[in-house]
Structure formats: structure tokens, C-alpha cells
């Protein structure tokens, strides 16, 4: 679909708000560019996938931003029932639905004569890791991949992260209940995506990423968490993905963030090798913090340059 015409300049960098289809409903993103982009040259582009729960106006839109400002065409956008894209259930975390939405996402950047269409990329951070790499072996026309402090768990580290066999099983008849709920009545339930004093937030502690306005807070993030979605999101596995992975690939990681053995056996798994580099920092760190947000996305530009083979204009020319 063509891109809406509200657009927002910025000194280097300019904003387009746009709208595609994903399976009957309608995504919105931000595409991020270049402000001067005269060449007319074929431009390598990105899609850009945050965390969990979250909409494109939080570390999606800041990679993507950081991204155009080194040439890149870089989209941000929210899934399906997330932030103003349509589609229900609301703020649920159903990983097939998100998987979908990024090939929709590679499609519309493709219908844009300005991309080189060999010269596309899928960055994911946190969760956006994980869809991300089941999307990139499922769709042929990525060619790179990139993943910034992915979430990459399986079976074992479910269990390690939320508390063993026996708390995993009681979420997931939670969630069983909730689905039926929803399918039998339409009502959704929800509990808070974040919080410091509710122990049935999905995320229950001090993460002040998310709760400070100066950081993740942002108003169009509306902090819940669809109890069905523990179904799809502890049942997922990104790691499997690996030995279908056949693009270039880099993960940035740090042994302080989230799972790193999950990244040790996901890198292990790919047919070709990865390059890992591993930086310090916490997980929140690398979702709008310094140095962590400038070395990954000086790392993840070396790999999309190496991987696209090709220069591309910088922002200074």
C-alpha cells in the first residue's frame, strides 16, 4: 500500500509513516532514510524487530534511525495487533503471526523502487532476535542477519528462566484457560507486560527500560501482556531455526544479558559460521544505551556492508 504523506524531517534523517497488508490486516512502520538520497542508486534496506511486547517506537525505532543514518533504508514497524496495526487478538504474543509479519515486511520493502532488492536484511533485538531468525530461514529473498542481544531459548532454558518444569506448566494451563476464554467469549486477559510491585506482570522486577518515559515508557507502548501468549512464547524455539539459517550472519551479545548459552548453542547450529561478538553490558543496555547501541550497530553495518558486498553513501557523503 502507498505510504501515508505525514512525514517528519530530521537534520540527517527522514521519517515516512507506511502501511502494508500482513495475512488481511493492515501493519503501520516508520521507514526510516537518508534525507538527501539524490544518487538514485539502489539502496540496501533492513527490517528492524524489537523485543517482546513492545511497538515500534521503542529500540526498533532507534536501530532503524541509527541504521539510516549510514545509508540504510530501515523499517520499524508494529505486528499484527500491536501498537496501530490492526488485527486480534491485541498485544499477544503469537510468534507464527509474528514471523508472518516480518516476510510482509521484507514484501513491502521490496515493492520500493529505491531498494536493492539484493541487498536485504533482517535485524532483530531481543525477541526480535528470534523471530527474526526463524523468518530469515523461511524467506529466500533475506540475504543477512543480524541479531542484537537476541532472547534465543529452547526447552531446557524456559525452564531455567521462569522457574522450572513444574511453573512452566502452570503458565502454560494459564494460557490454555485464556485461549479458550478468548475463543469462547472474545474477552482477552491481560496482565501488565511490566511491573515492580505486580508478581503476575509478565516481566516482574526493576526494569527501568520499560517504566521510565526517558527511556522504553513511551505512550504508545500500553504496558500488558496477553496471558494466552505464554502458550506460543514458551512453547518457541528459535534455536532449530539454525541449520536452515544459510545467510551471512552476526549475533552481538554480552555473557551479562539475556542467555547467552542459548546464543552459544544457536551459533554452534549454523551451517555456516557466525560471528559472535561478545561486548559488556546488561540486556536493557543494548536497547537504547551507550556505548552498547553504537558498538552493535557499527558491527551490525561492517556485516551488512560484507554481506551486501557493496559501499554505500554515508550520511557525511
Same mark, same amino acid.
Given at each position: 500500500?502507498?505510504?501515508? /504523506?505525514?512525514? #517528519?524531517?530530521?537534520? *540527517?534523517?527522514? /521519517?515516512? +509513516? ?6 488481511? %490486516?493492515?501493519?503501520?512502520? @516508520?521507514?526510516?532514510?537518508?534525507? =538527501? ?15 517482546? @511486547? ?22 520499524? $514497524? ?5 501498537? %496501530? ?28 523502487? *529505491? ?24 524467506? &529466500? ?23 522450572? =518444569?513444574?511453573?512452566?506448566? +502452570? ?7 485464556? +485461549? ?6 472474545? @474477552? ?7 511491573? #515492580?510491585?505486580?508478581? #503476575? ?13 526517558? +527511556? ?27 541449520? /536452515? ?34 561486548? #559488556? ?9 551507550? &556505548? =552498547? ?14 554481506? $551486501?558486498?557493496?559501499? /554505500? ?5
Amino acid at each position: 500500500m502507498e505510504a501515508d /504523506r505525514r512525514i #517528519e524531517e530530521t537534520p *540527517m534523517v527522514r /521519517r515516512a +509513516r507506511v502501511t502494508f497488508e500482513s495475512e488481511g %490486516e493492515q501493519l503501520v512502520g @516508520t521507514l526510516y532514510q537518508l534525507a =538527501q538520497t539524490e544518487d538514485g542508486e539502489p539502496r540496501p534496506a533492513v527490517v528492524v524487530a524489537g523485543s517482546w @511486547t513492545t511497538v515500534k517506537e521503542q529500540m526498533a525505532g532507534l536501530y532503524a534511525e541509527r541504521l539510516a543514518r549510514l545509508g540504510y533504508l530501515a523499517l520499524a $514497524f508494529d505486528f499484527t495487533g500491536h501498537g %496501530e496495526s490492526t488485527g486480534h487478538p491485541r498485544d499477544t504474543e503469537l510468534v507464527g503471526r509474528k514471523v508472518g509479519d516480518m516476510s510482509s515486511a521484507v514484501s513491502h520493502l521490496l515493492e520500493n523502487p *529505491m531498494v536493492d532488492p539484493e541487498s536485504v536484511g533482517l535485524l532483530g533485538v531481543c525477541a526480535g532476535g528470534g523471530y527474526a531468525a526463524v523468518a530469515a530461514a523461511n524467506d &529466500p529473498r533475506v540475504r543477512s542477519l543480524a541479531l542484537v542481544a537476541p532472547w534465543l531459548h529452547d526447552a531446557s532454558l524456559v525452564h531455567q528462566v521462569y522457574g522450572g =518444569q513444574d511453573a512452566v506448566r +502452570r503458565k502454560l494451563d494459564e494460557a490454555a484457560l485464556a +485461549r479458550e476464554e478468548y475463543a469462547r467469549t472474545g @474477552t482477552v486477559r491481560y496482565v501488565k507486560a511490566v511491573s #515492580e510491585t505486580d508478581p #503476575e506482570a509478565a516481566m516482574y522486577g526493576p526494569y527501568d527500560y520499560y517504566l521510565s518515559p526517558e +527511556r522504553g515508557g513511551v505512550p504508545e507502548w500500553p504496558n500488558r501482556f496477553a496471558v494466552m501468549g505464554w502458550w506460543d512464547w514458551l512453547t518457541f524455539s528459535p534455536i532449530p531455526s539454525a541449520p /536452515r539459517i544459510d545467510v551471512p550472519t552476526i549475533v552481538v551479545h554480552s555473557e551479562q544479558a539475556a542467555l547467552p548459552d542459548g546464543v552459544r548453542r544457536f551459533a554452534t547450529l549454523l551451517p555456516t559460521a557466525a560471528r559472535v561478538l561478545w561486548l #559488556e553490558g546488561t540486556q536493557f543496555d543494548f536497547y537504547d544505551q551507550e &556505548p =552498547q547501541v553504537g558498538s552493535a550497530v557499527e558491527a551490525v553495518d561492517a556485516h551488512f556492508r560484507h554481506s $551486501f558486498d557493496r559501499v /554505500r553513501p554515508t550520511a557525511g557523503g
